[in-house]
């Protein structure tokens, strides 16, 4: 374990590891999430695995589907709790999304949302009916980054900062971000700032998939697994930029 947290240390700094870290501490991090990731549930959904890291070493630990009209999103705690979440989309806009969190198989909350002209019926811990935002807006609990890509994806260049509403399931509330994007070498660079106007977080996107979140303190920052595809992606990324200011 002492080796595991030892590389802990140097993924928080969000530095390109192949030049770094031996693989065979590289190979045991991942068998050791791998085994993780198995033990704390009997089904877990196919997709990138992602890992969040705090000063004191990985705290969440990420399975992501991303497809052009669906994605599925599965978040592990140290606690453990699972939380998985869906959202459906159709030309940039929700139109359903299901949520779910659970802690040792035995379900906590849930909700499922259906989009009409009407606005948003929810159904579950919360039944109602919310009115939809004149904003683009999306489904995402903290650190589910994943949800706001198809926003993101899209959103244009060279403009001023973009308002995006964020309905946060688990405590059930609004959020309102600011966003700005650029594209670099291919790969999308967006800026969020949170509602008091402090710059909260970057999200880096190559294609429809998420490749690395950071907080403006760069306490913490969620990027793929070693030794995964995506983590081939993400070294070529950082290679190029470390963090965009």
């Known amino acids: 374990m002492k080796s595991i947290l030892g590389l802990a240390a140097l993924c928080l700094q969000g530095q390109a590891l192949h030049a770094q870290v031996d693989p065979t501490l590289q190979r045991e ?23 969040t890291f705090a000063n004191q070493g990985p705290i ?41 969190w659970s802690r040792s198989g035995e379900s906590e909350y849930s909700l499922h949302g259906e989009v009409s002209p009407a606005g948003i019926s929810i159904t579950g811990s919360h039944d109602t009916v919310l009115a939809i935002p004149e904003i683009p807006w999306t489904v995402a609990d903290y650190a589910m980054e994943e949800h706001l890509v198809p926003l993101l994806s ?5 403009s001023g900062p973009a308002s995006v509403a964020i309905l946060r399931p688990y405590p059930f509330k609004w959020d309102t971000v600011q966003v700005a994007v650029k594209d670099t070498s291919g790969v999308r660079f967006a800026s969020v700032t949170d509602g008091s106007g402090k710059r909260s977080g970057m999200v880096i996107i190559a294609g429809p998939r998420l490749l690395f979140t950071g907080g403006s303190d760069r306490s913490s920052i969620k990027r793929p697994l070693e030794l995964t595809p995506l983590f081939s992606e993400y070294e070529r990324v950082t290679a190029l930029m470390l963090y965009e200011q």
């Open 29 to 51: 991090f991942h068998d050791h999430v791998v085994g993780l990731l198995q033990s704390a549930a009997s089904e877990l959904p196919s997709g990138d695995t992602l890992i």
């Open 154 to 158: 899209r959103a244009p260049l060279g």
């Open 60 to 100: 969440l630990y990420h399975i992501i589907d991303a497809q052009s009209a669906l994605i599925t999103s599965c978040m592990l705690r140290n606690d453990p709790m699972i939380g998985v979440t869906t959202t459906r989309w159709s030309d940039a806009r929700i139109t359903a999304f299901d949520v779910s």
